[in-house]
Nanobody
Framework: VQLQASGGGLVQAGGSLRLSCAAS????????MGWFRQAPGKEREFVAR????????YYADSVKGRLTISRDNAKNTVYLQMNNLKTEDTAVYYC??????????????????WGQGTLVTVSS
C-alpha cells in the first residue's frame, strides 16, 4: 500500500488542524492504520491507531482527548483531527499501515507501509 500524508502547517497553540492520509491500492480497507510523529532530536513515537474496518481506536496518553483518528474506507483515507494543539505537538507526522491482527500497533516495527510525513508546527 502506498500512502500520501497532507494537511500539516503552522498553527497557534490552541488551534486545530486535520491531517489526511490517502492510500492507493485495493487492500487499504484490510489494514489497520496508525499515526506516528517525530519531533526534532527525538525518536518517532506512536500517536494513534484505528482498527480495520474502524471500530476501535487507540491513543497515546499525551494526545487523548485532543486528537481523533478516523477512516473512510470508501475514500481510502485516514484522518487525524488535531484540536487544542500544544507547542509540544510540533513534529513531522507520519501515517502508516499495519496488518489488522497479530500486532500491538504501538511500535513502528508493527507497520509495513509509511507515508512521507507532513510537518505540523505549533507556535506559542
Amino acid at each position: 500500500v502506498q500512502l500520501q500524508a497532507s494537511g500539516g502547517g503552522l498553527v497557534q497553540a490552541g488551534g486545530s488542524l486535520r491531517l489526511s492520509c490517502a492510500a492507493s491500492g485495493r487492500t487499504f480497507s484490510t489494514y489497520a492504520m496508525g499515526w506516528f510523529r517525530q519531533a526534532p532530536g527525538k525518536e518517532r513515537e506512536f500517536v494513534a491507531r484505528i482498527s480495520w474496518p474502524g471500530g476501535r481506536t487507540y491513543y497515546a496518553d499525551s494526545v487523548k482527548g485532543r486528537l481523533t483518528i478516523s477512516r473512510d474506507n470508501a475514500k481510502n483515507t485516514v484522518y487525524l483531527q488535531m484540536n487544542n494543539l500544544k507547542t509540544e505537538d510540533t513534529a513531522v507526522y507520519y501515517c502508516a499501515a499495519s496488518p489488522p491482527y497479530g500486532v500491538d500497533g504501538s511500535s513502528a516495527t508493527d507497520y509495513v507501509g509509511w507515508g512521507q510525513g507532513t510537518l505540523v508546527t505549533v507556535s506559542s
